[in-house]
């Protein structure tokens, strides 16, 4: 019997295999952003080659897949997410919008918390104006002190969802984690779209933290869920997924939430061993992927646990291993600021399919270290050229490797900034007015 392990990034869907006597074979695959579980199985096909078997005959010896990936950071650091609603208590639905008093600055870095003009509120994770505030109130001691009137909440909620075709409702009402019933009467009223109550995702204290980690879980819910459901219906063998507090569970019981940086926490995890075999108890592990960069601490042999965790500047109270991502990774989208004129680098990235940078007015679709580069023509994949975006193998030398044509002959001049402006600045003797002067580069 077999043990396979597999983790899913933005970029390269990774697959490790353990026979009975302990020895391991790996496979490595291009990820396929429109079908995650077609990069799988190309993955599992390329490891049922290295035993001489085929993809049938592998799942059927393999008694465990334990699986992690970052599908659920990708959608929340992209913004690719669920078209989303809030349900809120009368008077709380701004709860999300108005943050704490350091939501500009959460999870920034300590030379940008004092730098105002520079900081900024994250972009919105549910869709501008779809949120219903329902009359009810729960008091701290879980004591019902308004009723809800559940027929008209529904109606309202309902209209809610077709107004703004929705694909998932996060219900995040005041003290539910002391009494949820009216959370529990309001999911079961809501049709046919995924439902997130905060009694269930995150039962803590905190208004604010817990609407975000109700929001995220229905933000990430609709893709993670189709996606864990698909790959354990064509698996057809017991499949555990990584949560990112460094345990496993099966599919059906893993929370959406519980799998944003799931990957790198197995990859945490996996560090902390290693580096208790090598006798090392201080380590800092960093994974540099196609769309994040990921960096976690092992300090005294044991990866370090946190149980608040910011994304995007979004702050939320989960118990997990403290990994922190920002969305820059080696395929991460180079653009244009129209705004400002400034370079600008994520949160979007070319996955696995780079290309050359194209001449995209305001802009050009270049990638980070780990893109395609430009030679003759051809858009390859500088680490892996065997490998096609569809997660199968190409020749070397095939032209538009990546799906590409020639760009147009001025391509690079339209993808080249008008003008870069920069400021230079004099001081001619102490106590001097600072003269500034323009210099201007041209194209």
Not at 366 to 384: L, S
Request: aromatic letters at 4%; glycine letters at 14%; charged letters at 25%.
């Amino acid at each position: 019997m077999y043990y396979i392990g597999v983790d899913i990034g933005g970029t390269f869907t990774d697959c490790v295999l353990v026979d009975p006597e302990g020895n391991h074979r790996t496979a490595k695959t291009l990820s396929t952003k429109d079908d995650p579980v077609r990069g799988v199985l190309a993955g599992l096909e390329r490891l049922a080659e290295t035993v001489d078997v085929d993809l049938t005959t592998l799942l059927e010896r393999t008694e465990r897949t334990g699986h992690g990936t970052t599908i659920g950071t990708n959608a929340v650091l992209e913004r690719s997410g669920a078209r989303l609603g809030l349900v809120a208590t009368a008077g709380h639905g701004d709860a999300l919008a108005m943050m704490r008093g350091a939501g500009r600055v959460a999870g920034r870095p300590i030379e940008g918390v004092f730098s105002v003009h520079g900081s900024r509120l994250p972009a919105p994770l549910i869709v501008p104006g779809a949120v219903v505030e329902v009359h009810e109130r729960v008091d701290s001691s879980g004591k019902v002190v308004v009723e809800l009137d559940i027929d008209a909440a529904a109606d309202l909620i309902g209209r809610m969802i077709a107004e703004y075709e929705l694909d998932a409702v996060a219900i995040a009402l005041l003290w539910s984690f002391a009494n949820p019933a009216h959370e529990q009467s309001l999911a079961q009223a809501i049709p046919e779209v995924f439902v997130s109550s905060s009694a269930e995702v995150s039962p803590r204290l905190g208004e604010y933290e817990r609407t975000v980690a109700t929001v995220l879980n229905s933000y990430v819910g609709p893709a993670c869920s189709r996606y864990l459901s698909d790959l354990e219906g064509r698996l057809k063998t017991p499949l555990l997924v990584m949560q990112s507090n460094g345990g496993v569970l099966p599919a059906s019981a893993a929370t959406p939430l519980g799998t944003i940086d799931s990957g790198p926490a197995g990859g945490l995890i996996g560090v902390g061993t290693l580096a208790g075999a090598y006798g090392h108890d201080r380590v800092v592990a960093t994974d540099m992927g196609g769309t994040s960069f990921d960096v976690g601490l092992v300090v005294d042999g044991q990866p370090v646990v946190a149980e608040e965790k910011v994304i995007d500047q979004y702050t939320y109270r989960l118990p997990h291993l403290d990994v922190r991502s920002v969305a820059c990774g080696g395929g991460s989208i180079a653009w244009i600021d129209e705004a400002t004129g400034g370079l600008r680098v994520g949160p979007a990235s070319a996955g696995a399919r780079p290309a050359p940078p194209r001449g995209v007015p305001g802009r050009p679709h270049a990638t980070g270290p780990r893109g395609g580069r430009r030679r003759g023509g051809e858009a390859r994949h500088p680490a892996r050229p065997d490998l096609g975006g569809d997660g199968s193998r190409h020749p070397a030398d095939q032209q538009h490797a990546c799906g590409h044509g020639d760009p147009p002959a001025d391509a690079g001049a339209r993808a080249r900034p008008a003008r870069l402006r920069a400021l230079r600045v004099r001081r001619r003797r102490p106590g001097a007015r600072l003269r500034v002067r323009r210099r201007v580069r041209g194209p």
